[in-house]
């Protein structure tokens, strides 16, 4: 062997030491490239355990180059670096819904009206006969799922007499879940379901005693018959289908979605139903990360659908965008549970194993990660049995593949999961159908539906999600509300709070936790360096917030690839992508936005309009009570009786708050909380006086009582302080303002019928003063009343 020429080996030295050297050098390189974006002034939650707080990030060609102290970060602007000052504003990363049907929701999201949010019966009846009177034929109004009676007031879904009241014409189909679904007679018609329709298989076409359809059909607990009667409706032709789903993705950017897994689901064919956003796609035009699972469409042909697709398709096909995700959520249909709590739980037919082992095996053989809609233990035990026959000869691991919703899941479950390196995700059905399930499980069963907690701390790969749109809504900050507080969206509370998870916890499982769910670990989830640059400013401080308000949540800037997407408020001037308007111009999406976003737009003057009139014909009654009070009240009738002509200043105190309130309530400035507790206050005045006098004073008090003829005297005279000063601190303090109001009212009413009984007097000055003051007393009865309808109204509008 010869030995290297000296001068060669010192060339290849120095060679090898620049390599070495511009190596070692490259992380720090791109940490100090002139970044494209610096945002400053935030107040950032970046759940990296490493660095769990900054104020400034540094963006690069849509990543994170950055993230830290505002003097680490603003020195490396450059002069083409942009800057935004947040204004102190708590930030997080960017939402990820691990379960979410947004390319078939995205294709109809135009079409619907969308009652997610929406707290009244009243006020969704309101929106659907406003939409009615738009829509022209043969369009549908269809309101598809998202929302529960349970969120209404009422607590009742609206009756087929109703919608037909309102749509006569104009075919109506309202889902509610997946449990049923309300067709007015113009969409009877349209459907052509008549008294010799065939009753489908799983589920019923309500009838009348002559065999008619009413309009109700019923999932029992199969929904095909909810599916195929939606889709016999019309479909947007495919430039409006484009808009739809950008406006769908619009409305996900409002609320801080920056990522979705799709689920495929029912009628969503591939890849004929995926132009759309494969065209958007192409386009550059998406404004949410999604990956996408295939779904097969077809009982009996699952196994020819899945050889087809893994010859055809390739698993992450595609970008940081849109990528493909492998299978589900609907492998086969034998093993369908169907997640309808009305019903019985169903029992999967014995062929449910050895199909879904064909399926399974050729998924394992390729590589193809899968995931299962699973509602109830039982399927998941059945399905593990499958899972783990096919691991002992082609291994599951590394597959990331899981089960989705999982609501009675066992421990011994979760074991055989996690050893086979599986996952599940969960969604937030429960917080749309735990009432349901409790009337039919009971409240204990339903503590751990699913067992998110437990879950977690046996070290088991969940994430979470929304299973959005027709089983939940799309909203993000429902589901974690449902996370932290415990509660459905009708109130209940579904789970203690040993089974609900912090703040933090329950944000991981929107962000950090799905990154294996898609195999993007690492890549996105959390705000740091190296990870895609997508982010949300809520509108309020996710940590700081009420429990309560936790689902009210909306964006004020949703960032993408360190791209606006969306901006309101004090960032609206800095978005620049908003799609052009809804189409077809009749739509929904145009009128009345999406969860809750009739709030804000053209739809809800109507609303307002109707509200208007209301205060108008308050503000007339306050004001024809506070003319009556403008008269002076009478001198005290007889000689005990100064103790009441002492306390005359005080009523007359009393008179001048029932004025202030009449004036305040006509006027704009009522929104002024400290304005509202003075009126108020004087209003009460008259009555802590009162209650104060005779504490102090209580032989005074007992001698009024004997005076008008009441025992006993000394119990009466106690509990009118107590009634007085108590109802006083109640319309005061706001804590059950009506009660207090409402207690003051019976009050003041019994009491002007024992002492000013001017119909049993002659006819004279007495009569006359007293009759005065009997009128008087009742206009202050008409004031409490009209604070506690007050109050209620707007505990019913909150």
């Given at each position: 062997m010869s030995t290297p020429d000296p001068q060669r080996r010192q060339l290849l030295g120095a060679l090898g030491a620049f390599a070495a050297t511009s190596l070692a050098s490259t992380p720090t390189m791109a940490n100090t490239q002139t970044p494209d974006l610096i945002l400053r002034n935030g107040r950032f939650t970046t759940l990296d355990r490493a660095n769990p707080t900054a104020d400034a990030v540094a963006i690069k060609d849509g990543r994170y180059t950055r993230v830290g102290r505002a003097e680490d970060v603003l020195p490396l602007a450059g002069p083409s670096t942009r800057v935004i000052d947040l204004q102190g504003q708590r930030v997080l990363p960017g939402l990820i819904d691990n379960h979410l049907h947004i390319i078939r929701g995205g294709l109809n999201y135009n079409m619907e009206l969308r009652w997610d949010g929406v707290r009244s019966l009243a006020d969704a009846m309101g929106m659907l006969k406003r939409q009615v009177a738009i829509t022209p034929a043969p369009q549908w109004v269809r309101v598809v799922g998202g929302f529960t009676e349970h969120q209404f007031v009422e607590k009742r879904l609206p009756t087929i007499a109703e919608?037909?009241?309102?749509?006569?014409?104009?075919?109506?189909?309202?889902?509610?879940?997946?449990?049923?679904?309300?067709?007015?007679g113009?969409?009877?018609?349209?459907?052509?379901?008549?008294?010799?329709?065939p009753a489908p298989h799983g589920g019923e076409i309500v009838r009348d005693a002559a065999g008619n359809p009413t309009g109700l059909l019923l999932a029992k607990p199969n929904a095909a018959i909810l599916y195929a009667t939606l889709a016999k409706g019309p479909k947007l032709p495919f430039d409006y289908q484009l808009n739809s789903t950008r406006h769908f993705m619009r409305e996900l950017n409002r609320l801080g979605v920056t990522g979705a897994l799709d689920a495929g689901g029912g009628f969503q064919n591939y890849p004929d139903d995926y132009a759309v956003i494969q065209k958007l796609a192409d386009d550059g035009q998406l404004t949410i990360r999604l990956a996408y699972n295939l779904f097969t469409q077809k009982a009996k042909e699952e196994k020819a659908d899945f050889l087809n697709w893994t010859k055809t398709s390739r698993y992450k096909q595609g970008d940081d965008y849109f990528r493909h995700n492998g299978a589900g959520e609907m492998l086969v249909f034998s093993a369908a549970d169907f997640e309808d709590f009305r019903e019985p739980r169903p029992e999967m037919g014995p062929e449910m194993e050895g199909e879904l082992e064909e399926v399974v095996r050729i998924l394992a053989q390729n590589r193809w990660p899968w995931r299962m809609h699973a509602t109830y233990d039982e399927t998941i035990s059945r399905s593990l049995d499958v899972f783990e026959k096919v691991d002992k000869d082609t291994p599951l691991a590394g597959l990331n593949w899981f089960f989705d919703h999982a609501e009675t899941i066992s421990e011994e479950s979760m074991d055989r999961i996690a050893a086979l390196g599986g996952g599940v995700a969960v969604q937030h059905r429960m917080a749309y159908q735990g009432e349901y399930f409790v009337e039919r499980y009971g409240a204990g069963a339903a503590e751990a539906t699913p067992p998110v907690k437990k879950m977690l701390e046996r070290g088991l790969k969940v994430s979470a999600g929304t299973d959005a749109t027709r089983v939940a809504s799309y909203n993000p900050w429902?589901?974690?509300?449902?996370?932290?507080?415990?509660?459905?969206?009708?109130?209940?509370?579904?789970?203690?709070?040993?089974?609900?998870?912090?703040?933090?916890?329950a944000l991981r499982m929107w962000t950090e936790n799905v990154t294996w769910f898609s195999?993007?670990?690492?890549?996105?989830?959390?705000?740091?360096?190296?990870?895609?640059?997508?982010?949300?400013v809520p509108d309020r401080d996710y940590f700081g917030c009420a429990e309560s308000e936790i689902a009210d949540i909306t964006a004020l800037l949703t960032m993408v690839g360190g791209k606006v997407v969306y901006g309101a408020g004090r960032f609206a001037s800095l978005d620049e992508g908003a799609p052009p308007p809804a189409m077809p111009d009749w739509s929904p999406a145009r009128t009345f936005g999406g969860y809750a976003g009739w709030a804000d737009t053209p739809g809800?003057?109507?609303?307002?309009?109707?509200?208007?009139?209301?205060?108008?014909?308050?503000?007339?009654?306050?004001v024809r009570l506070r003319q009556r009070l403008q008269r002076a009240w009478p001198q005290p009738r007889d000689g005990l009786e100064q103790q009441a002509a002492d306390r005359r200043p005080q009523e007359l105190l009393g008179r001048a708050g029932l004025r202030l309130l009449g004036g305040v309530m006509a006027m704009r400035w009522t929104t002024s909380s400290a304005v509202r507790w003075i009126a108020l206050l004087l209003l009460c005045a008259a009555y802590l006086q009162g209650g104060l006098n005779k504490a102090m004073d209580f032989d005074a008090a007992i001698a009024e009582m004997n005076h008008f003829g009441l025992s006993p005297a000394g119990p009466l005279a106690a509990a009118v302080i107590v009634l007085e000063l108590g109802a006083a601190a109640l319309i005061l303090a706001g804590f059950w303002r009506w009660l207090g109001a409402l207690a003051l009212a019976g009050f003041t009413l019994m009491a002007t019928f024992v002492a000013l009984r001017f119909w049993e007097m002659p006819l004279g000055h007495e009569r006359f003063m007293a009759a005065n003051?009997?009128?008087?007393?009742?206009?202050?009865?008409?004031?409490?009343?009209?604070?506690?309808?007050?109050d209620l109204k707007e505990r019913h509008d909150d």
């Amino acid at each position: 062997m010869s030995t290297p020429d000296p001068q060669r080996r010192q060339l290849l030295g120095a060679l090898g030491a620049f390599a070495a050297t511009s190596l070692a050098s490259t992380p720090t390189m791109a940490n100090t490239q002139t970044p494209d974006l610096i945002l400053r002034n935030g107040r950032f939650t970046t759940l990296d355990r490493a660095n769990p707080t900054a104020d400034a990030v540094a963006i690069k060609d849509g990543r994170y180059t950055r993230v830290g102290r505002a003097e680490d970060v603003l020195p490396l602007a450059g002069p083409s670096t942009r800057v935004i000052d947040l204004q102190g504003q708590r930030v997080l990363p960017g939402l990820i819904d691990n379960h979410l049907h947004i390319i078939r929701g995205g294709l109809n999201y135009n079409m619907e009206l969308r009652w997610d949010g929406v707290r009244s019966l009243a006020d969704a009846m309101g929106m659907l006969k406003r939409q009615v009177a738009i829509t022209p034929a043969p369009q549908w109004v269809r309101v598809v799922g998202g929302f529960t009676e349970h969120q209404f007031v009422e607590k009742r879904l609206p009756t087929i007499a109703e919608l037909n009241a309102v749509a006569p014409d104009t075919p109506v189909f309202i889902l509610h879940l997946y449990d049923r679904a309300l067709l007015n007679g113009a969409a009877l018609r349209a459907v052509g379901y008549t008294r010799d329709t065939p009753a489908p298989h799983g589920g019923e076409i309500v009838r009348d005693a002559a065999g008619n359809p009413t309009g109700l059909l019923l999932a029992k607990p199969n929904a095909a018959i909810l599916y195929a009667t939606l889709a016999k409706g019309p479909k947007l032709p495919f430039d409006y289908q484009l808009n739809s789903t950008r406006h769908f993705m619009r409305e996900l950017n409002r609320l801080g979605v920056t990522g979705a897994l799709d689920a495929g689901g029912g009628f969503q064919n591939y890849p004929d139903d995926y132009a759309v956003i494969q065209k958007l796609a192409d386009d550059g035009q998406l404004t949410i990360r999604l990956a996408y699972n295939l779904f097969t469409q077809k009982a009996k042909e699952e196994k020819a659908d899945f050889l087809n697709w893994t010859k055809t398709s390739r698993y992450k096909q595609g970008d940081d965008y849109f990528r493909h995700n492998g299978a589900g959520e609907m492998l086969v249909f034998s093993a369908a549970d169907f997640e309808d709590f009305r019903e019985p739980r169903p029992e999967m037919g014995p062929e449910m194993e050895g199909e879904l082992e064909e399926v399974v095996r050729i998924l394992a053989q390729n590589r193809w990660p899968w995931r299962m809609h699973a509602t109830y233990d039982e399927t998941i035990s059945r399905s593990l049995d499958v899972f783990e026959k096919v691991d002992k000869d082609t291994p599951l691991a590394g597959l990331n593949w899981f089960f989705d919703h999982a609501e009675t899941i066992s421990e011994e479950s979760m074991d055989r999961i996690a050893a086979l390196g599986g996952g599940v995700a969960v969604q937030h059905r429960m917080a749309y159908q735990g009432e349901y399930f409790v009337e039919r499980y009971g409240a204990g069963a339903a503590e751990a539906t699913p067992p998110v907690k437990k879950m977690l701390e046996r070290g088991l790969k969940v994430s979470a999600g929304t299973d959005a749109t027709r089983v939940a809504s799309y909203n993000p900050w429902v589901s974690l509300s449902w996370l932290v507080t415990g509660k459905t969206v009708g109130g209940m509370q579904l789970y203690p709070q040993r089974n609900c998870l912090d703040r933090e916890g329950a944000l991981r499982m929107w962000t950090e936790n799905v990154t294996w769910f898609s195999n993007e670990e690492g890549k996105k989830g959390r705000i740091q360096a190296g990870q895609l640059a997508d982010l949300v400013v809520p509108d309020r401080d996710y940590f700081g917030c009420a429990e309560s308000e936790i689902a009210d949540i909306t964006a004020l800037l949703t960032m993408v690839g360190g791209k606006v997407v969306y901006g309101a408020g004090r960032f609206a001037s800095l978005d620049e992508g908003a799609p052009p308007p809804a189409m077809p111009d009749w739509s929904p999406a145009r009128t009345f936005g999406g969860y809750a976003g009739w709030a804000d737009t053209p739809g809800r003057a109507w609303c307002r309009r109707r509200a208007d009139a209301e205060g108008h014909a308050q503000r007339r009654c306050v004001v024809r009570l506070r003319q009556r009070l403008q008269r002076a009240w009478p001198q005290p009738r007889d000689g005990l009786e100064q103790q009441a002509a002492d306390r005359r200043p005080q009523e007359l105190l009393g008179r001048a708050g029932l004025r202030l309130l009449g004036g305040v309530m006509a006027m704009r400035w009522t929104t002024s909380s400290a304005v509202r507790w003075i009126a108020l206050l004087l209003l009460c005045a008259a009555y802590l006086q009162g209650g104060l006098n005779k504490a102090m004073d209580f032989d005074a008090a007992i001698a009024e009582m004997n005076h008008f003829g009441l025992s006993p005297a000394g119990p009466l005279a106690a509990a009118v302080i107590v009634l007085e000063l108590g109802a006083a601190a109640l319309i005061l303090a706001g804590f059950w303002r009506w009660l207090g109001a409402l207690a003051l009212a019976g009050f003041t009413l019994m009491a002007t019928f024992v002492a000013l009984r001017f119909w049993e007097m002659p006819l004279g000055h007495e009569r006359f003063m007293a009759a005065n003051s009997f009128f008087e007393h009742l206009g202050l009865v008409g004031g409490f009343v009209l604070v506690a309808w007050l109050d209620l109204k707007e505990r019913h509008d909150d």
